[in-house]
């Protein structure tokens, strides 16, 4: 009969896994899919933030003399129909994209926070009327109530960040909201009231920390959504305006008349959006099952 090594098994299991580095290994071997979307985002934040370093040419300058070439040494994705390099501009639009979707998800969850705190914790009728707002929002998609935000406010990137922010805000304020009517019932809270500590202060300091794990989450997963969506209103002509690179702009630009010509314009800034969203998504499957303990086996 084969005997067991229980040592070599709790090692191949992590329970050696002590070290900040070790931690960090066996999470990674545990969880695939989500450290190549760890390192899919890593790629993207590290190009949007050296992209003035890794561009070749100016994403902006014309050079009608090499209008649509074909990806070569010089140009390794082509250029547009105005000789724009495409390389540079997908680059640079990497920036852009990392700007609004960590600006529209800060400021909905940001927003989302306290509002779903206070809705929770406080409840009667501040409660009452964000059920309402809430339901009233949530009732559009995500992509609507952006575009008719955008329609309204114009086309920009200040704009873009706060028509796709909104739509978020009762998305984050509901997760916040249902953690904080759990988490107000617990005994610790009650001894923070006995000892006459205030409701703002047991709210922010005691409740408040003990949402930020599924708050973490969501705001992982929201964010494919928001590249995904600042894209679609590019596509459409109401995100961020010319002469800057956006990949849903750079598709829209190309999509219906270059599309056979020159495929290469729809291709990259296409594998460009679905790489970031896919890697957004798998980073975020892998930090829910982190981080909720529901998820785990």
Same mark, same amino acid.
């Given at each position: 009969?084969?005997?067991?090594?229980?040592?070599?098994?709790?090692?191949?299991?992590?329970?050696?896994?002590?070290?900040?580095?070790?931690?960090?290994?066996?999470?990674?071997?545990?969880?695939?899919?989500?450290?190549?979307?760890?390192?899919?985002?890593?790629?993207? !934040?590290?190009?949007? #933030?050296? =992209? &003035?370093? $890794? *561009?070749?040419?100016?994403?902006?300058? /014309?050079? @009608? +003399?090499?209008?649509?070439?074909?990806?070569?040494?010089?140009?390794?994705?082509?250029?547009?129909?105005?000789?724009?390099?495409?390389?540079?501009?997908?680059?640079?639009?990497?920036?852009?994209?990392?700007?609004?979707?960590?600006?529209?998800?800060?400021?909905?969850?940001?927003?989302?926070?306290?509002?779903?705190?206070?809705?929770?914790?406080?409840?009667?009728?501040?409660?009452?009327?964000?059920?309402?707002?809430?339901?009233?929002?949530?009732?559009?998609?995500?992509?609507?109530?952006?575009?008719?935000?955008?329609?309204?406010?114009?086309?920009?990137?200040?704009?873009?960040?706060?028509?796709?922010?909104?739509?978020?805000?009762?998305? !984050?304020?509901?997760? #916040?909201? =249902? &953690?904080? $009517? *759990?988490?107000?019932?617990?005994?610790? /809270?009650? @001894? +923070?009231?006995?000892?006459?500590?205030?409701?703002?202060?047991?709210?922010?300091?005691?409740?408040?920390?003990?949402?930020?794990?599924?708050?973490?989450?969501?705001?992982?997963?929201?964010?494919?959504?928001?590249?995904?969506?600042?894209?679609?209103?590019?596509?459409?002509?109401?995100?961020?305006?010319?002469?800057?690179?956006?990949?849903?702009?750079?598709?829209?630009?190309?999509?219906?008349?270059?599309?056979?010509?020159?495929?290469?314009?729809?291709?990259?800034?296409?594998?460009?959006?679905?790489?970031?969203?896919?890697?957004?998504?798998?980073?975020?499957?892998?930090?829910?099952?982190?981080?909720?303990?529901?998820?785990?086996?």
């Amino acid at each position: 009969m084969a005997t067991i090594d229980y040592d070599l098994e709790l090692k191949r299991a992590g329970a050696n896994a002590t070290g900040g580095w070790r931690r960090v290994l066996f999470l990674a071997r545990r969880h695939v899919l989500g450290a190549a979307g760890l390192i899919i985002m890593t790629v993207f !934040v590290f190009t949007a #933030i050296f =992209a &003035n370093v $890794l *561009a070749r040419f100016d994403p902006l300058t /014309v050079d @009608a +003399a090499h209008a649509l070439a074909r990806p070569s040494a010089a140009h390794w994705m082509g250029t547009d129909s105005f000789g724009r390099d495409v390389f540079s501009r997908i680059i640079h639009g990497a920036r852009i994209s990392l700007a609004v979707g960590l600006g529209s998800t800060a400021l909905g969850g940001t927003i989302g926070v306290i509002v779903g705190l206070t809705s929770g914790y406080l409840s009667g009728w501040f409660d009452l009327v964000f059920q309402r707002v809430s339901d009233i929002l949530q009732a559009l998609p995500l992509l609507v109530l952006a575009l008719v935000m955008t329609a309204a406010l114009g086309p920009s990137l200040p704009n873009v960040i706060i028509a796709i922010a909104i739509p978020l805000i009762p998305t !984050v304020a509901r997760v #916040i909201r =249902a &953690n904080t $009517l *759990a988490l107000r019932e617990q005994p610790f /809270v009650e @001894a +923070a009231k006995s000892i006459g500590m205030s409701e703002v202060r047991i709210a922010v300091r005691h409740v408040l920390p003990n949402t930020l794990a599924p708050l973490i989450v969501l705001a992982t997963a929201q964010l494919g959504s928001t590249i995904l969506t600042e894209a679609s209103l590019s596509f459409l002509g109401l995100g961020i305006p010319e002469p800057y690179p956006s990949w849903g702009r750079m598709l829209s630009e190309s999509a219906a008349e270059y599309v056979r010509t020159a495929p290469w314009l729809v291709i990259f800034p296409g594998i460009a959006i679905s790489l970031a969203v896919f890697g957004t998504n798998l980073f975020g499957d892998a930090l829910r099952d982190i981080l909720d303990p529901r998820q785990r086996g």
